[in-house]
């Protein structure tokens, strides 16, 4: 599984079992996650932060009153960006700690204020295992939510035989996949997404284009494969990859686009339009390149193709989606375009914000939908921000009948 994108939040306690966390975090990284590594004081008994730091290639925060001048993040920054957090191996004492609600480092602090799941994933002698205080610890954690992987039985390192051995590090990994893989909702719809610049040619080497980075495009096919659609992009010229399992088809210029989304339509159920198209083309393409000549220069424009437009007057039951970028009166022509281009949803952002504008990796957004409704989202990456839009998409696919009884979590 690809977890690029993930950010999985590793809290280390003092175990002997720590030192095959080293692998855990290892694996993590290899599938793509970002890893940020917490551990106990007693943990840097085990294994040195400096192993964890080289693996993760992240700071390790090991003090809660450290100076965080080599990280931006305290430990409530940590809790909000984790999408997992896997204790391990998780002792008696911080799964007692957890279960009542104690807060004295940095580990506990961080795993109270976090929302994401957390996996807990113990080790220690068996007796210690078996003791019933641990046990009611166990049951009143697995009632607030928390994620349990039994221990292995087996030798342990003191020499006896029982059950309190971490499991395999290849099994924690698994583990941590199946809750971050998202749910499958998507699932048999098929999704038509375009995203980038079109660039229209003057002659041989100059052409007119426009800021677009394709990252939110991009990120919306990968949001849309993850969740099991079957996902066509249809993409202008940008500097950035194909998420795997997407189906890419290239384009350069609005004419193109046009035709390779035209060409799909009929196969698709949802077009969602994050490309910014450019409205006017050159009148004439030179063949030759234009030679400098005079103080001024005028240029004739046409008209290209509203390719959205089009698709709105032949859209019969499919879901079209229209971004809007906007610099001044977002929400008015959001809404002029929802209406004139007949969608059933627009994803408006107004480029002057900062963290909204082009080539960020994050995005402030508003949608609009047909019914009047007007979702206004806060600052986030622009992979969450697709995966907001989607959540929209997939009410809108399900009808008003199913809308609302599928929220999704986080
Ligand atoms: N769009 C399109 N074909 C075009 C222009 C835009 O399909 N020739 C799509 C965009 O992909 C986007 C939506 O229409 O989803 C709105 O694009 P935008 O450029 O904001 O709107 P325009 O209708 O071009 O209006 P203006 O440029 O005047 O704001």
Same mark, same amino acid.
């Given at each position: 599984m690809d977890l690029k994108g993930k950010s999985v939040v590793v809290g280390v306690c003092g175990g002997i079992a720590a030192y095959k966390v080293v692998e855990v975090v290892s694996r993590l990284k290899k599938l793509g996650a970002e890893v940020d590594v917490i551990m106990t004081a007693n943990a840097q008994k085990f294994v040195t932060p400096l192993t964890f730091r080289s693996l993760s290639h992240r700071p390790v925060v090991t003090d809660m009153f450290s100076d965080p001048e080599y990280w931006e993040i305290k430990h409530v920054s940590l809790a909000q960006k984790a999408d997992l957090?896997? =204790?391990?191996?998780?002792?008696?004492?911080?799964?007692?700690? *957890?279960?009542? &609600?104690?807060?004295?480092?940095?580990?506990?602090?961080?795993?109270?204020?976090?929302?994401?799941?957390?996996? @807990?994933?113990?080790?220690?002698?068996?007796? !210690?295992?078996?003791?019933p205080v641990v046990q009611r610890n166990i049951r009143i954690l697995k009632d607030f939510g928390y994620i349990f992987m039994e221990p292995d039985t087996g030798r342990m390192a003191e020499g006896s035989s029982g059950k309190g051995r971490l499991p395999e590090p290849s099994a924690i990994?698994?583990?941590?996949?199946? =809750?971050?893989?998202?749910?499958?909702? *998507?699932?048999?719809?098929?999704?038509?997404?375009?995203? $980038?610049?079109?660039?229209?040619?003057?002659?041989? @080497?100059?052409?007119?284009?426009?800021?677009?980075? $394709?990252? !939110?495009?991009?990120a919306v096919a990968q949001a849309a494969h993850e969740r099991g659609a079957d996902v066509l992009l249809v993409s202008g010229p940008v500097g950035i990859g194909c998420p795997d399992g997407v189906r890419l088809i290239s384009v350069t210029t609005a004419q193109e686009m046009h035709e390779a989304v035209n060409g799909n339509f009929e196969n698709c159920d949802v077009v969602i339009m994050a490309a910014a198209v450019a409205d006017y083309r050159p009148a004439e393409v030179s063949e030759r390149k234009i030679k400098k000549n005079g103080d001024?220069?005028?240029?004739?424009?046409?008209?290209?193709?509203?390719?959205? /437009?089009? *698709?709105?007057?032949?859209?019969?039951?499919?879901?079209?989606?229209?971004?809007?970028?906007?610099?001044?009166?977002?929400?008015?022509?959001?809404?002029? /375009?929802?209406?004139?281009?007949? *969608?059933?949803?627009?994803?408006?952002?107004?480029?002057?914000?900062?963290?909204? %504008?082009? %080539?960020?990796?994050?995005?402030?957004?508003?949608?609009?939908?047909?019914?009047?409704?007007?979702?206004?989202?806060?600052?986030?990456? /622009?992979?969450?921000?697709?995966?907001?839009?989607?959540?929209?998409?997939?009410?809108?696919?399900?009808?008003?009948?199913?809308? %609302?009884?599928?929220?999704? %979590? &986080?």
């Open positions: 957090f896997i =204790i391990a191996p998780a002792t008696a004492n911080i799964i007692g700690k *957890l279960a009542s &609600g104690i807060a004295d480092d940095m580990l506990t602090a961080t795993v109270v204020a976090t929302k994401a799941p957390v996996l @807990v994933v113990p080790a220690m002698n068996h007796n !210690m295992y078996a003791n990994v698994g583990k941590a996949c199946a =809750i971050l893989k998202p749910e499958q909702d *998507l699932e048999g719809i098929r999704i038509l997404v375009t995203a $980038g610049p079109t660039r229209e040619s003057i002659d041989p @080497v100059r052409y007119i284009s426009n800021h677009s980075s $394709g990252k !939110m495009g991009y001024e220069m005028v240029l004739r424009l046409v008209k290209n193709p509203d390719i959205l /437009k089009t *698709l709105g007057t032949i859209k019969g039951n499919r879901i079209l989606v229209g971004f809007s970028a906007e610099t001044d009166h977002l929400e008015d022509n959001a809404a002029k /375009k929802l209406e004139s281009k007949n *969608l059933d949803m627009i994803v408006a952002n107004d480029v002057t914000m900062e963290g909204a %504008g082009f %080539g960020t990796d994050t995005n402030i957004i508003k949608i609009l939908k047909r019914d009047g409704t007007v979702i206004d989202l806060p600052l986030m990456s /622009k992979l969450e921000a697709a995966h907001r839009i989607l959540d929209e998409v997939r009410d809108l696919v399900a009808g008003p009948a199913q809308a %609302g009884s599928k929220e999704r %979590g &986080g």
